[in-house]
């Protein structure tokens, strides 16, 4: 199997049926990053677009030839000729596995980078989609950016602590008579009150 090697992401292609009655597949480049080796987290984004794609037309499995068909071969040519028929399906799993691979590669060069990453997006999905199809991938999109780019700075104050100023040790010969003290006496020094008051003059023979 192509996904051996990462069997816990085998299914992931399931998540696009999930995410579109939500018009969430915009958010499939983001969840594929659990998917380590680039070329099958694009597999995996692009199948779970194609998968989406097949259940919503599930209603329609007369039309697509589907029931009339005893092979396994006959059956992926029929939804073949039906993807053919409507390349949008075929247009957002490219753009989405792309998306998928080159996001790691922004991400890791800051908000500037996202911001063109979401920019291609947002072009290639209006033009190549138009209508309403293509909104919900650009607003996915532009969340996922935007959300990748706040995660430096956010986890920057989030991990901040204050250090504790150093300790001072407490020294005996630190210990000052205050001025206008009563008890202090002409010609007495300073240091000399100071171990008086921590009883550390010697007794007079």
């Given at each position: 199997?192509?996904?051996?090697?990462?069997?816990?992401?085998?299914?992931?292609?399931?998540?696009?049926?999930?995410?579109?009655p939500?018009?969430?597949l915009?958010?499939?480049?983001?969840?594929?990053?659990?998917?380590?080796k680039?070329?099958?987290?694009?597999?995996?984004?692009a199948?779970?677009v194609l998968?989406a794609?097949?259940?919503?037309?599930l209603?329609?499995?007369?039309?697509?030839?589907?029931?009339e068909t005893n092979?396994?071969?006959?059956s992926?040519?029929?939804?073949?000729?039906?993807?053919?028929?409507?390349?949008v399906?075929?247009?957002?799993?490219?753009?989405?596995?792309?998306?998928?691979?080159?996001?790691?590669?922004?991400r890791s060069r800051?908000?500037?980078?996202?911001?063109a990453?979401?920019?291609?997006?947002?072009?290639?999905?209006?033009?190549g989609?138009?209508?309403t199809?293509?909104?919900?991938?650009?607003?996915?999109?532009?969340?996922?950016?935007g959300?990748?780019?706040?995660?430096?700075?956010?986890?920057?104050?989030?991990?901040h602590r204050?250090?504790?100023?150093?300790?001072?040790a407490?020294?005996?010969?630190?210990?000052?008579?205050?001025?206008?003290?009563?008890?202090t006496?002409?010609?007495?020094?300073t240091?000399?009150?100071?171990?008086?008051?921590m009883g550390?003059?010697?007794?007079?023979?």
């Amino acid at each position: 199997m192509l996904c051996r090697a990462e069997a816990r992401t085998t299914f992931f292609f399931l998540l696009g049926p999930l995410l579109a009655p939500l018009a969430a597949l915009g958010f499939l480049p983001l969840a594929a990053q659990v998917v380590r080796k680039p070329w099958r987290r694009a597999l995996q984004t692009a199948a779970a677009v194609l998968a989406a794609a097949a259940v919503a037309g599930l209603s329609h499995l007369r039309s697509l030839g589907v029931a009339e068909t005893n092979g396994p071969l006959a059956s992926t040519a029929a939804l073949a000729d039906t993807l053919d028929a409507h390349p949008v399906y075929l247009l957002l799993a490219a753009i989405l596995a792309a998306t998928a691979v080159a996001l790691p590669w922004a991400r890791s060069r800051g908000a500037v980078a996202l911001a063109a990453l979401a920019a291609v997006v947002t072009a290639l999905a209006i033009v190549g989609a138009g209508g309403t199809d293509a909104w919900p991938i650009v607003v996915c999109t532009w969340i996922t950016c935007g959300l990748l780019a706040a995660e430096p700075p956010l986890r920057r104050r989030l991990t901040h602590r204050p250090k504790a100023g150093p300790s001072r040790a407490f020294h005996p010969s630190k210990c000052y008579a205050l001025p206008g003290d009563p008890d202090t006496l002409p010609g007495e020094s300073t240091a000399a009150q100071g171990r008086e008051r921590m009883g550390t003059v010697p007794a007079e023979a």
